[in-house]
DNA sequence: AATGAATGAGCATTCATTCAT
DNA sequence: TATGAATGAATGCTCATTCAT
């Protein structure tokens, strides 16, 4: 590595580090008081800067959210739901999407935090912005469902895309009690419960 | 009815009238911009008085907030769901809570974006005001199941707290749906749909 | 006399007695909380009519308060004063303007309260109005301390106009203090206490 | 001195010059309108800073009231009347007294006015903050009475706590006229007419 | 790149005043 | 006369954003 390498690797690591450390310091604040509450100034003081610095990493107040989703998306869907490929059964399938959301959502309290309360806290925000990576993992769900039809596992008398909005729904009502919840518990198993739910129904059969 | 009863009758419904234009264009703007975006200066002007007028009526921007919601549970909770009692089969209520549910929002899809937005966008209220109407509902599915595990309609495997989460977030995530998708279509249908598969589940027995 | 006269009586007496009312009410509001925190409202109230009555009987808010000066300083001068013609001995007349002043005041400490605090507030009506009646009233003392140095009675060696502020600013400070202090004690009896260290000077002769 | 300190003491001196600005605009501000007709936007305009710089000095408009008095009151009350240890003839003592007090307020008579009118007209100014400071005045004053009394210069049939507030109510009175008065003349020469006729008495002896 | 002082647009709320009844 | 609901102008303060250093 020579030393322009070197350097260059260093400032972009140092660009890194204090773009996440903003990044970090904007999911601490805005879970604790809220987007609208939050002032930059909180943020760039959570992340140990300058409020002028912040400006340098984010173009303003509004992108800093935008960043949050993105890069939180990107990490939910990218990385997680490529194993999914590699698992067979459709209820499998369906039963490790709902360990990867519990569990990734329960090991940031408040990553989930700005997901379930901010997020949607903003019409604009869930239409312009969720609705892309949101509709994507929608779509993950739905065709599970599809091949678990085709493959004769899955009932054929109920919509796919009604049947993966309940299936989210119900991992996200999951998400949003643990958050308000005074008790502390682990979300991750909450993901047998659903998938059994779901999959099996409440009536006795 | 005497003069006096006239007119005290005609000014009770003019305050009325007042408040409920401004209750009714705050529902309408927090819908339209959210809570936070929507100014004082917008609700008046929308109910068709004057700014000081607002708060001749409500303490504050927050307050009016919290009477939209809580009007709202009042009715939800309220009118609507008494006549469960009357319901014998746990499947049967459950059903009808469902729709109650989706017809409910359904037919006000301004009070519903504020409901599933707004009164959702600020942790303090969901802790604060939704919580108490809110656990008040979840307990009502809850019990249903209990009863319909009793009675030997609901299997015993199942805890009836984690499936009222889901149906209940089953339910939310219709109204989010609808909220947000640019197609119209009716909410209320959608509440065979849910109880068929929270009952049945997805799988083939 | 005739029923119209009555009746023109009765009327004026309503009149009068509601003015006064609002008077009152308005010296002790002012008193209580200060010109610019008092509100017309709170008049209103303290006075028993609604807020839109007190504009029967004055123009504005301000009008209230130079009211009040106008009539206080009619009083103080108009009919105090007066009795002063009859004493012969300018020191005599000195002491009884002492009197007068920290009688009147002690009398009623609301008024006092509005004519130190109020009054002097702000430096339009030191100007504008007190100026008037204050010059006047000023103008007593300096030509009782002439007609002294006439007599003989007055040393000539000091300045009417510069004797006559001196006086007044030491039974207007007799009252400041008794105003603010949180002892009540009469305030009268301090007219002698003044007139002697005013007249015969503290150093020993 | 190195470059930091250089810098440091360039930084120190726009910080406080930028404070200064909004104190001395704040006192002219004060002294043209009154306190409560004065906008915050007045004061930061006659500053020639934005209205929101005002609050990165001042924490509220009250603050720079109490600012303006407390900063006097230091400068009146501590840096003047410590000299008057070293005078030892207690007439000696009134005179300087009455000589400071008036030389003081009449070489700013923007600040005068804001003494005389702004901190006499809020009840809450006279009884919280002023109250310290002046008592410590009144009581410097009445220490020296009692001084002359105890030296034998000053009579003994007079109570040092009256004396002490004639005193005062004199020179307040001098600066009260001086500022209202139409015509422009020197405060300082008036300490010794106020002090010659405090000891001297106006009577002929 | 980093800073943080300065900016100034923006807004909830108050309250003197009006006027229909 | 009397009322008090309605008005809407007025303002202290906040805070996202900029920019000189």
Redesign the interface.
């Given at each position: 590595m020579s030393r322009n390498q070197k350097n260059a690797a260093a400032t972009r690591s140092v660009v890194t580090d204090k773009r996440n450390a903003i990044h970090r310091a904007a999911v601490e604040v805005f879970a604790a008081k809220?987007y609208?509450s939050s002032k930059v100034a909180d943020i760039a003081s959570a992340a140990g800067v300058a409020d002028g610095t912040v400006y340098l990493y984010f173009k303003s107040k509004e992108e800093i959210l935008h960043f949050i989703f993105d890069r939180a998306m990107e990490e939910f869907i990218g990385d997680g739901l490529r194993e999914l490929a590699a698992i067979k059964s459709p209820?499998e399938k369906l039963r490790r999407v709902a360990e990867l959301h519990l569990e990734r959502l329960g090991a940031d309290r408040d990553l989930a935090?700005v997901f379930?309360?901010?997020l949607?806290?903003?019409?604009?925000f869930?239409?312009e912005f969720s609705?892309a990576g949101f509709a994507e993992y929608l779509d993950i769900i739905k065709k599970t469902?599809d091949e678990?039809q085709k493959a004769?596992?899955?009932?054929k008398?109920?919509?796919p895309v009604?049947?993966a909005?309940?299936f989210?729904?119900?991992?996200?009502?999951?998400v949003?009690?643990w958050i308000?919840s005074k008790r502390s518990y682990p979300l991750g198993p909450?993901a047998a419960?659903?998938t059994?739910?779901?999959?099996?129904?409440?009536?006795?059969?």
């Open positions: 809220g609208f209820a935090v379930q309360v901010e949607r806290g903003s019409t604009k869930m239409s609705r469902i678990g004769g596992d899955f009932r008398d109920i919509k009604v049947a909005k309940i989210y729904g119900a991992l996200d009502e999951m949003t009690n308000l909450m419960e659903v059994k739910i779901f999959l099996g129904g409440v009536a006795v059969k």
